[in-house]
């Protein structure tokens, strides 16, 4: 009866999942890791692989890869998703191996899957029995290990990073799928256009899973005609459009940085590309537009003092229209502020000033400059400059720090027509800052 269960089970298991590969020869991508002569292959081979984790995006082979090491390398398998097991579950898990070590000589493969979930406790729980080889500790995680998972682990494994699938593995593991008599759809008559491949393979951000779900999807709802399932570009499409495009935290703060450097950088093209794709994966525009505000004034600045206004006010039109027709002037935005001359000369101030504040946070200010309506002759030695013509030379810094300068104007954009006054000039050199300015 097992047998006749197990089969069902099978017969009812999503495409991706039938069509699993058994060994390295059909494990498709990832070549850096399990390709000709490779350290991890290498060790797969002579079974000497010790401990380590798996990860990188999901649908790229982290789980499949583990079971494969485990039934090459002759051992026990055994699987478990940090969601759903704690403490007790692994204690039992190291018994067995603990017998099965010493009375079989078997090695025993613990894959936990979102390995990055469980907490110090329970990941302590396993530290002895990778120690003294128990177990192979195999961890399969979408999050970063170094920043996600306890650090006695990470230091007791080797971490592999996995990438997402070429379109050319996609497209391959979608053939497969085609061809495959026993797990796939080999049996049936199938047409499907080049075209349709290529946008399944296209729309699935690099992950086999997403691929096949979507082709599985096609196949079974598509009509037969004469007895013929058709799937052209059209079908494809009416079935990706609706994909969850969700991305990991370091894939987030990744695009934002690229989002923010191509700013900088003066890219609108690139700039564009990565605040709509951020969109497109969730992101509140909200958050693009606070980065657009900031560099309007960091990398723009006074070059430029319109980037500000205009971002500002594209803001508040994407407030009054929403999506999608407030994105409009947030790209308006983004080409204005890529556009613009640049100049960090405000963030370069700032900055300056800070240090000084921590530095010389107990200065006294300046008696000319301290309110002395009670004192008729403390208050006559404030120079008013409006009775100057506008401007008159007097100091307005602490004593210690009297001459440093912070705001130095660039040569950029509307900036190049601002002058210090001379004896602001003068004094650059003689702030530490701006040495060599």
Known sequence: MDNLFNE?????APLADRLRPKDLDDFLGQEHIVGKNSLLRRAIASDKLGSCIFFGPPGTGKTTLASIIAKQTGSLFVMLNAVSSGVADVKKVIADAKSNIELYGKKTYLLLDECHRWNKAQSDSMLEAIEKGYIVFIGATTENPFVSMTRAIVSRCR??????????????????ALSDTENGFGNLEIEITKEAKEHFARTSGGDARVALGNLEIAVISSEKDNGVIKIDEDI??????????????????D????????????????????????????CDPLLIFRRLLAHSSED???ANSNALV??????????????????????????YVCMSPKSNSVIMAMQSAQEDVEATYTGDVPSHLKNHNYMKEKRESYKYPHNYGGYVDQQYLPDEIKDHVYYVPSSNGSEASIKLPENKQKNIKNTKKWAGH
């Open 8 to 12: 069902n089970s099978k017969k009812l």
């Open 159 to 176: 971490v592999f990073e996995f990438k997402p699938l070429s379109k050319q593995n996609i497209l391959s593991a979608i053939n497969k």
């Open 236 to 253: 494809a499409k009416e079935i990706c459009k609706h994909n969850n495009k969700s991305i990991d935290d370091d894939l987030y703060y």
């Open 255 to 282: 695009m934002l940085s690229a989002f923010c450097k191509s700013l900088r950088g003066s890219d609108a093209d690139a700039a564009l590309y990565w605040a709509h794709r951020l969109i497109s994966s969730g």
């Open 300 to 302: 723009v600045g006074l």
């Open 310 to 335: 205009v971002a500002n006010s594209a803001m508040q039109a994407y407030l009054q229209m929403g999506v999608p027709e407030g994105l409009i002037p947030l790209s308006h935005a983004i080409i």
